[in-house]
């Protein structure tokens, strides 16, 4: 199993990003899918879920501003992000678990003032 997340970014304050999260090596379709971020010094925080069937949970700290999405035919998840706060600056993954967790290499995201 291979996630390979990428549209991280430097973006002022306001911008948007859209990360994209391709998966090899398993019936994507089936698992659900997570964002996590993480801050050098802070533990690793879960930023949203979807579910196979598509239900979706975020963090309090991004709902409304952010939106997962998957798109089982192309095998990728999406993590679109607007209204981006600096306070968003992290680096981010994306997981699967399939019997263990399957992570990502991670894409960083910075925001400006």
């Known amino acids: 199993v291979q996630l390979q997340a990428c549209g991280g970014g430097l973006v002022q304050a306001g911008g948007s990003l859209r990360l994209s999260c391709k998966v090899s090596?398993?019936?994507?379709?089936?698992?659900?899918i997570d964002w996590w971020r993480q801050v050098p010094g802070k533990e690793r925080e879960l930023v949203a879920n979807?579910?196979?069937?598509?239900?979706?949970h975020y963090a309090d700290s991004v709902k409304g501003r952010f939106a997962i999405s998957r798109d089982n035919v192309r095998r990728t998840a999406y993590l679109q992000m607007n209204s981006l706060k600096p306070e968003d600056t992290a680096v981010y993954y994306c997981?699967?678990?399939?019997?263990?967790?399957?992570w990502g290499r991670g894409t960083l995201v910075t925001v400006s003032s």
């Open positions: 090596g398993v019936n994507f379709r089936l698992y659900p």
């Open positions: 979807i579910s196979d069937g598509g239900t979706t």
């Open positions: 997981k699967l678990t399939r019997g263990r967790d399957f």
